[in-house]
């Protein structure tokens, strides 16, 4: 377990994202959209996955949209995502 990883992440997470320290981008090693997204066997976006595991399913409301502020649709460390009003 990475020193960086504040929770117990469970195996399928792990598995899947090679978790490094909070500064830098964590690169999803799973399946990836046409869109350049992350996701899942169960077909969802990855990093709102990796978002939830660390704060919460019911942190992202409606009308917000998840991103990475890094720019790495692939980075799955949830220091780097924000939530944005959509419009
Ligand atoms: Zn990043």
């Known amino acids: 377990m990475s020193p ?34 992350g996701v899942t066997d169960k077909g969802r976006m990855a990093h709102v996955w990796a978002y939830a595991l660390h704060y919460g399913e019911g942190h992202i409301k409606p009308g917000y949209h998840l991103f990475q502020k890094c720019g790495n649709r692939l980075c799955m460390n949830p220091k780097h995502m924000r939530l944005r009003k959509k419009w």
């Open 4 to 37: 960086a990883a504040p929770l117990t992440l469970p195996a399928d997470f792990t598995d899947k994202v090679r978790i490094l320290s909070d500064t830098e981008c964590w690169p999803w090693l799973g399946e990836v959209s046409s869109w350049g997204y």
